[in-house]
């Protein structure tokens, strides 16, 4: 398969968001370190979203404030709404430069928007809009992400139409690239291709990421129907960590060390050092069993 694919590392916040017990900060900056010494240059580290909702990211402005921002690496966050723009100008204001792409995260199915950001879609969208519109201002490169692109918790089976729908909302705000989320991971290859022949409709397909949780054990089935679609950017968590907490059924993430040992066979180089991302893996499992 021709071309180079892009690696965008969530474990730090779709991973640690979902384990019982907050993790120090000083484990999720070795952690990003590990990331960083394994060869990723895109890493989500946290977010800036309610800490009454998620108490385990609330600390994502230590973690910023601890990183090394002389590799010029992305350490992108999340952030839904303008009181979290605010803490994130507050919280990076005095780093030596801006850390990184700031995401907005919408869902194509109704039951998941309200489950994970308490409003409709259409009302989601209205609060990423000016997230959208200050980040430019600021120069701050924006990431969208739309969930429950194949299935959703709540709603059962997403039609694509849904999903093309999400993506042409986001991409109206600004030309973002846009990650799609198969939160539950209930989705299937045949499935995933659909989607993908849907939102391409709206979107050029170098503009999509695939985001696929690993529940039905088909992640690295779903990334291959997406690199038949043309998509060249993949999400994915070191040591297989996470989930959402606002999904229920949603309890892993595709691995990164699966990810690439797949696209490598598949004559993908990533230019990633699997020795060091393994040790890595290593450390996010003695985080997960100590948290
Ligand atoms: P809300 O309750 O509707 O918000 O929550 P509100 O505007 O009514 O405010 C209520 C309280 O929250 C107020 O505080 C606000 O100040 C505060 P109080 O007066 O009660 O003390 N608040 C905030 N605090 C900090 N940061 C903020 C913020 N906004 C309001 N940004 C809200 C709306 C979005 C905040 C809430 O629903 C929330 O935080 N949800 C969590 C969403 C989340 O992080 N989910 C997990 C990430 S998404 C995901 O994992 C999917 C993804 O991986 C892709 C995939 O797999 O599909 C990306
Ligand atoms: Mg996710």
């Known amino acids: 398969m021709d071309g180079t694919v892009r690696i965008y590392e969530v474990g730090p916040r779709d991973g640690l968001q979902n384990e019982r017990g907050v993790i120090p900060v000083a484990d999720k900056v070795r952690l990003v370190s590990a990331l960083m010494r394994a060869g990723l240059s895109d890493i989500e580290v946290g977010s ?10 609330a600390d994502t402005p230590e973690v ?18 303008m009181k979290g723009w605010d803490g994130f100008l507050a919280a990076t204001a005095g780093l030596p430069r801006i850390p990184g792409e700031v995401a907005v995260f919408i869902s194509a199915s109704e039951g998941f928007s309200k489950a994970n950001l ?13 997230v959208v519109a200050a980040a430019i201002d600021r120069g701050v490169v924006v990431r969208g992400y739309v969930s429950c692109v194949t299935d959703c918790p709540f709603d059962g089976q997403v039609p694509p139409e849904a999903v093309a ?4 909302a986001l991409r109206a705000l600004a030309p973002m690239q846009v ?6 991971g209930h989705g299937t290859p045949d499935r995933v291709a659909r989607m993908i ?19 039905g054990g088909r992640a690295l ?5 997406a690199l038949q679609a ?40 990533t230019g990633l050092d699997q020795a060091a991302l393994a040790e890595a893996g290593r450390l996010a499992k003695t985080m997960r069993a100590q948290a």
């Open 230 to 269: 043309g998509v060249r950017c993949f999400d994915s968590a070191v040591g297989g960590l996470g989930g959402c907490p606002y999904a229920p059924g949603a309890p892993g993430n595709l691995g990164t060390e699966a990810l690439v040992a797949r696209l490598e066979d598949l004559g993908i180089s």
């Open 221 to 225: 089935a779903n990334v291959e129907a």
């Open 48 to 57: 800036f979203v309610s800490p009454k909702w998620v108490p385990q990211m």
């Open 197 to 215: 022949d849907a939102v391409s409709d709206v979107a050029p397909v170098d503009a999509l990421a695939g985001h696929f949780h690993d529940t």
């Open 118 to 130: 308490n409003c409709s879609i259409a009302e989601s969208i209205e609060r990423a809009a000016p």
């Open 165 to 168: 729908q999400a993506v042409a």
């Open 64 to 81: 910023l404030s601890r990183l090394d921002y002389s590799g010029g690496h992305n350490f992108a966050t999340l952030v839904p709404n």
């Open 179 to 184: 990650s799609l989320g198969d939160t539950i």
